[in-house]
C-alpha cells in the first residue's frame, strides 16, 4: 500500500494522528537506496511489525517486547542548512516517485516531504550548536555541517513526535552527535543505529554514488579496501591500524583517477579526538575522500586492548547481503 503522502505541517499533523505506536521515523534526504531500505527494516522491526524477511531475530525481538505493532514515518527533505557553499545542494538527486514506491514495499506508513518554505518559513536565527565533537572531522571539512543536521533534525523531532528515529552508522559522527543532543536537552526519541550497508562491491552505498563514473567508482573502491586493511592490522594497536588503511589510500592517491583524502584516523567513537597509541575498547576508523568531484566517507569499528578484534564483518561479508 502507498504510504500517506504529507507534504505540509497541517497535512503532517492529520496523518501523524492515524499513526499506530510506536512511531518510528527514518530521517532521509531521499533517493533512495539499499542502504536506506536496511533502515527502513530496522525501523519496521522496531516498530514491533517484527521483520518482513520472517528473520527469527526480528522476530523475537517484536514478540519479546510484546508490542502492538506500530508504525514508520520517513522524511524527505533536502536540507539547504547544511550544505556549504560550492556543495551538491543543486545537483542533489531528487527522486521522490521512486522513493514513495520504495517506501510502499518497505510498509512506510507516512512520508513527510515538506518544501523548503513549508520546513523554513522564514531563516532561522536560532540553531543547534552541535559542541566539541561536531567540530572535528567532517565538522572541520564542512563547516556548517553539522549544525544544520541537528537543527533539521531536533525540527523533525518536533514536528513527527517519533518515540524512536533511525539513523545509520554510515554517518557514525552525525549518530553520535544526534546522541549527544537526545542526552543535553533531553528529547524524548530513543535513538537506533543501523549498521553500514554495503554494494556487492564493497562501496558503502549512498546516494552520492551515482555520480561516479565507472572509473571513479573503480577508485573509490580503496576506501573500503583501506578499512578492511586497517582493521585486519588492528591487533598491533591504533597505529598499526591506521598505517595500514593509509598504505592503501596512498597508493590510490596516485590512481587514475586520484583518491584525494580529507581525513583518515582512528578516533573514540563518542568525542571524536583522536585514539592515542594506549587506547582501549571500541574505536572508529574514518575516511573521507574525493574522487572527481564526487565526496564520500566511510567508517569501520575496532577494538583495541585486552581482547583486541576487528569487527570488519561488514566490509568482508558484504557480497552475501545483497
Ligand atoms: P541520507 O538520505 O543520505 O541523509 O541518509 C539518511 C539516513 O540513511 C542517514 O541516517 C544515513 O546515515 C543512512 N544511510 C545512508 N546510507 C547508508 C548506508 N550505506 N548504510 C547505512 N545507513 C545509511
Redesign the pocket.
Known amino acids: 500500500m502507498r504510504p500517506m503522502l504529507a507534504r505540509t505541517r497541517v497535512g503532517l499533523a492529520a496523518a501523524r494522528a492515524t499513526m499506530a505506536c510506536p512511531v518510528v521515523l ?11 531500505r ?2 527502513l527494516r530496522l525501523a519496521r522491526e522496531l516498530a514491533g511489525q517484527g521483520d518482513q524477511r520472517g528473520d527469527q531475530r526480528g522476530d523475537q525481538r517484536a514478540d519479546q517486547r510484546g508490542d502492538q505493532a506500530g508504525s514508520v514515518l520517513v522524511s524527505i527533505f533536502v536540507n539547504p542548512l547544511q550544505f556549504g557553499q560550492g556543495e551538491d545542494f543543486d545537483r542533489y538527486p531528487r527522486t521522490i516517485e521512486r522513493d514513495l514506491e520504495i517506501c510502499a514495499e518497505e510498509g512506510v506508513s507516512v512520508v513527510f516531504a515538506p518544501s523548503r518554505r513549508e520546513m523554513y518559513p522564514v531563516e532561522p536565527q536560532v540553531t543547534v550548536d552541535p559542541g566539541p565533537a561536531g567540530r572535528l572531522l567532517e565538522g572541520e571539512f564542512r563547516p556548517g555541517f553539522f549544525g544544520g543536521v541537528l537543527t533539521v533534525v531536533l525540527k523533525l523531532f518536533q514536528l513527527t513526535r517519533p518515540d524512536l528515529a ?6 557514525a559522527q ?2 553520535a552527535l544526534i546522541r549527544h543532543m537526545v542526552a543535553d536537552l533531553d528529547l524524548g526519541p530513543r535513538i537506533a543505529g ?5 554494494d556487492p562491491d564493497g562501496l ?4 552520492r554514488n551515482v555520480y561516479l563514473s565507472e572509473w571513479e567508482r573503480a577508485s573509490a573502491l580503496a576506501l573500503p579496501k583501506a578499512l578492511a586493511a586497517g582493521a585486519a592490522a588492528a591487533g598491533g594497536g591504533p597505529k598499526a591500524a591506521l598505517a595500514a588503511a593509509a598504505m592503501l589510500l596512498d597508493a590510490a592517491s596516485a590512481s587514475d583517477p586520484p583518491v584525494e583524502l580529507d581525513y583518515l584516523t582512528v578516533a573514540d567513537p563518542a568525542s571524536f579526538v583522536e585514539a592515542g597509541p594506549d587506547y582501549t575498547g571500541r574505536a572508529l576508523l574514518l575516511v573521507a575522500a574525493r574522487v572527481g568531484s564526487t565526496r564520500l566517507i566511510d567508517n569501520t569499528w575496532l577494538t583495541f586492548g585486552p581482547e583486541t578484534a576487528a569487527e570488519a564483518g561488514s566490509l568482508e561479508n558484504h557480497a552475501a547481503h545483497d
Do not use: C, W, Y
Open positions: 527514518v530521517p532521509t534526504m531521499g533517493a533512495l537506496h539499499n542502504g536506506h536496511a533502515l533511525v539513523f545509520g552508522e554510515k554517518d552525525q549518530l543501523a549498521p553500514i550497508h554495503r558503502a552505498t549512498s546516494s
